[in-house]
């Protein structure tokens, strides 16, 4: 009762600020939007409309107790179809990077379990992983497979974003992972199921992975946010049209519209991530959590 | 871990030496084939990288200092454990923790771009969430440990246990977290000026020379790597540094 109470509080101040951080922009939010961003605006429609089509011209608890205007002001298309078509295209993006990333880490945490010198090695791979940034591996993946071996598409196309987000994360969950496993082998059954003959592989998902798979569920989910937040710059490099080029390209154009539904979209699904992650750690490993 | 020191101040001293070598901007080299090592406006590409060093780390060091003191001093609320403040002291952070970072960073500075004040401000919101959940963590395994329970037994205020205790060991792991905080700055402040949001300084910082390069990436990719090895080299010492402080 008191999870849920929490929630719908979290839920409803996400919502609050969604609406109204419009309240905390300097000056008139519509003048910026006519100047700054397209000036046929002003030609249609009258500043006072505008107004009243963002819901300015209400009091702030009118304005975060109403639902926000269902088109956009920029391009005039509906709101929620268009946050829907770009949460797609960063879910995609996203199941592709998790699934790269998954790879790489068990398999360098296999290797690495597989013998000590292998897991130095790796660990100094994940360092190196970790330590090119998005906005120099995003160039340099975009020169050499679509501009030099012309693999992929320059852009639209997920798999070169996805691997340059995977290549940059594997370095990090393969450092927080390993040190969660670090932390329980000694007091893991390793030993008693090497004593009873069981294959190395076997014996690293049962008796390694499987144990941890509380604290690697909350990690993974917390992750989901984070994905389709840190998304946002491999979007932009490569210009996929996902929820994070969707909001900066509407940031950019000032279409407020788009800015709250796809902000409260974002820290929606963020929010319900961290929690169902938390609710399953609990169901996994009561003691942990 | 040699390499990792001897990088950063091989390369702190030489940016140190390079801001007495700034170049003057040129005239315009674009009609003219550019010339290796240079930029378009006639510029040294290293020394302007040595020179991208230092403004980007006079950018990130006050906001990385604040954000530190602001966590610290927010996280000694956890303190009180009255159950409504811990409520509503939770119920806040799952919110901020849940509101898309990065994009919130980005907001801020596209729409105040008047002040160079905003880039602190994206990076404390970026930064303290994470720097609070750290610093509360600390505090509740310290809390679990047995010597304090033992200065509870003896009578201990919590002024004393956290004057005698807990803040000695907070400085510890402040010192354990600061080369992988500096990266993160190193990276929140290039990426934000990477994509073109962020207001240009006087003198040009490693994300500006990287949105710099990325338009000259085929006719000068030297711009762009004079920049990114420094950059890649820099952020790999202090994560080889931050590995054996956390070992």
Redesign the interface.
Known sequence: MKFLIRLSLVISMVWIFSRGAIYLLPGDPVDYLINESLIQISNTKTISEIHKRMDLDVSFLQRISSLPHSESLINQEPTIPLVKRAFFNSLTLTTITFVFTFFFTLLFLYLGYLSKRWNQFWHAVSIFLASVPIFISGPILLFIFSLKLNLFPVTSHPLLPALCLALYLTGFWFRSISQKISNYLPQSAVPGARARGLGELKIFIFYVLAPCSGSLIRFFTAQVGNLLNGSLLVEIIFQWPGLGYLLSEAITKRDYPVIEVGLFTVSLITLLSLQIGKWLQIKLEPKQA | MKFSYLWLLFFFSSSILALMFQHPIQSHHLEQALQFGFDPFGRNCILLSLNAATQSFMEIALPGLVCLVISFLLSTLCFIKKPIFQ?FW???W??I???????IA??LT???PTTRLIFPMAVLFLLIPYLIRFYEGQIQSILTQEFITQAIALGATPVHLFRVHIAPELFQATRAILPFLI?RLL?IE??LT??GMKQPGKITSWGEL?YMG?DY??EA?WI?FFT?LP??LT??SF??IS?NE?S
């Open positions: 409520f939770n119920t806040l799952e919110t923790y849940s509101l898309p970072g990065f994009i980005i907001s596209a729409f105040f990266t990276i290039t990426s990477f994509v990287l990325k990436l085929l990719p762009s990114a950059l890649f952020i790999f994560h080889l590995k956390a």
